[in-house]
C-alpha cells in the first residue's frame, strides 16, 4: 500500500441543496467516473449543510489525473450552480499508511 493515497473533500451547503447535491453524485457516478479504487459520501445529520467525500486511490498519482479532468471540473462548477454559489470546500490528500476496511 505503499502508493495509496486517500482524499477528504468536505464541503458545506446551504441546508436546502443537501438533497440535490447528494442526487447530482449518485446521477452522475461522481465517484465512479473519478476513477478512486473505492469511496463513499457522507453527510452528518448533526451537522446540516455538510457533505464530505472520502476517496481512496490505488496511488498518488491517479488521485492527481483527477484533480486536473474536466470532468472534476464540470461536476464542480455544477455543484456551485445548483447552490447558487453558496458552497465553501476544503480538499486534503493523505498517505494512506495501515488501512482495514471490510463491511459485509
Not at 459520501?41 to 484533480?67: C, I, K, M, Q, S
Not at 456551485?80 to 486534503?92: I, L, P, Y
Request: aromatic residues 8%; charged residues 30%; glycine residues 6%.
Amino acid at each position: 500500500m505503499t502508493n495509496a493515497a486517500m482524499s477528504l473533500l468536505a464541503m458545506t451547503v446551504p441546508e436546502g441543496c443537501i438533497d440535490a447535491v447528494v442526487d447530482y453524485y449518485r446521477d452522475q457516478r461522481i465517484l465512479e467516473v473519478s476513477g478512486a479504487a473505492s469511496g463513499c459520501l457522507l453527510v452528518d445529520d448533526r451537522r446540516p449543510g455538510e457533505v464530505t467525500v472520502v476517496a481512496w486511490w490505488h496511488n498518488e498519482g491517479d488521485y492527481a489525473r483527477w484533480e486536473k479532468a474536466p470532468e472534476r471540473e464540470a461536476f464542480a462548477e455544477r455543484i456551485a450552480a445548483m447552490t447558487n454559489g453558496e458552497v465553501r470546500a476544503t480538499n486534503r490528500e493523505l498517505r494512506v499508511v495501515h488501512r482495514m476496511f471490510e463491511m459485509k
